[in-house]
């Protein structure tokens, strides 16, 4: 299929992330991370696949090195993981996380190249004391 016969001509364009961030946005989903993060993820670390990745990402926003627009997708992913309600309910048994677990393949697709190895060192190290307890 050709650009030109596609709905959307213009998709194969690279999107400039810094022009879809929204300061309102962004503090919005700070602010629901900051409530709901370590709650949900303490409760659900030890029985979701991406849970390092989650905590890597976490660990990676907070880091002042990581460019404002990673940030800011890494914040959007990190509020729709908190949400109590979401395109498939957590509670589903099996199914739950699979939309969860999309964004955040999505996300590292993305922006994975600013998880440093200390994002994810910090992730593993957080895993091996929730099951240690």
């Not at 905590?55 to 990673?70: G, I």
Request: aromatic share 8%; proline share 8%; hydrophobic share 50%.
């Amino acid at each position: 299929m050709s650009a030109e016969s596609k709905p959307s001509p213009d998709v194969n364009s690279v999107i400039d992330p810094a022009n879809s961030l929204v300061p309102a946005v962004i503090r919005v989903n700070e602010q629901r991370v900051a409530r709901g993060f370590w709650p949900k993820i303490r409760k659900v670390a030890t029985k979701v696949p991406f849970a390092a990745d989650a905590l890597s990402v976490w660990w990676c926003a907070r880091d002042p090195d990581t460019p404002k627009a990673a940030k800011g997708m890494m914040l959007a992913a990190l509020a729709y993981f908190v949400l109590p309600t979401d395109v498939i309910p957590d509670i589903l048994a099996g199914v739950g996380f699979t939309d969860d677990a999309a964004v955040f393949a999505a996300l590292i697709a993305v922006v994975g190249k600013h998880l440093k190895p200390v994002h994810k060192a910090s992730a593993r190290a957080f895993l091996r004391k929730v099951a240690g307890d």
